[in-house]
């Protein structure tokens, strides 16, 4: 499905309705999905955790095969037990826009985007997005906060893989999947023999800010990378996760921005 992202308002959008139970076929060719420090320990149970090459995000990592995402079979529907909260949100995502003149407001002002493509919108059963004058509906103030919350804990997860990359903690590697000939490269993981050399101040320091629970969830999260694990996790998709024959896939090639 081609992605069509447009600002939503009331004016283009006031006969808009949306449905949330379409199903998880627009996912089918994600490799990966951004994911923060708030549910992180959600997603260390069953997905595994990286973090880019080049700039201060963590995915959950979702294929290893070009165009295939383990966790959408074919009728649409989630494998795992836990939705990331980037595919829960889908058709709706946010941008920071500038403030106005006069404006002493601290937070950052968010405008709302939609795929105008999804599938939620075609239903005309579906809830409205906005009222008879314009004004937002629960069902968007509810998403209005989903997204707001998002953004505001994206960029704390941001500050933390800071701090563990200042600390010289994150190292790219190239991981063997046991039991299988597969190796996946392309993104950064937590050096654990670094993190326990790690000397007591800068320790500390990560564990008050939080860093340090990012650290052990990132290392927690590798177990996943078990043949057994991901099987049990993604049943019969497993396969196209880990495949038997030979290859080395670069995910920096396909991480989803």
């Known amino acids: 499905m081609t992605e069509s992202y447009a600002l939503l308002n009331s004016q283009t959008h006031a006969d808009l309705r949306y449905n949330p139970a379409k199903g ?56 795992g037990r836990y939705i990331p909260a980037q595919i829960r949100a889908y058709p709706f995502t946010a941008t920071p826009i500038p403030r106005q003149d006069g404006d002493n407001n601290g937070d950052e002002r968010l405008a709302i985007l939609i795929d105008t493509n999804a599938p939620h919108f075609s239903d005309p059963r579906g809830e409205r997005l906005f009222g008879d004058q314009g004004q937002l509906s629960p069902a968007l103030e509810k998403i209005q906060k989903i997204l707001m919350n998002m953004r505001l804990d994206a960029k704390r997860t941001s500050t933390l893989i800071k701090q563990l990359d200042e600390q010289g903690l994150l190292v790219e590697q190239k991981i063997d999947i046991k039991g299988t000939s597969t190796s996946l490269q392309g993104f950064r993981v937590v050096d654990s023999n670094k993190l326990l050399a790690l000397p007591p101040q800068p320790l500390a320091e990560l564990n ?40 080395n896939f670069d995910f920096s090639q396909f991480t989803n921005q």
């Open 208 to 247: 008050t800010s939080g860093a340090l629970i990012l650290a052990y969830t990132q290392l927690f999260s590798l177990l996943n990378l078990e043949k057994s694990t991901l099987t049990e996790r993604a049943q019969k998709s497993a396969a196209k996760l880990l495949s038997e024959d030979d290859f």
């Open 24 to 79: 998880y076929s627009f996912a089918a060719q994600l490799m990966s999905v951004p994911t923060t420090l708030g549910e992180a320990k959600h997603i260390a149970r069953e997905y595994v955790l990286v973090f880019d090459k080049k700039t201060e995000r963590m995915y959950a990592l979702l294929g290893g095969q070009k165009n295939v995402n383990a966790y959408v079979n074919d009728r649409g529907q989630w494998l």
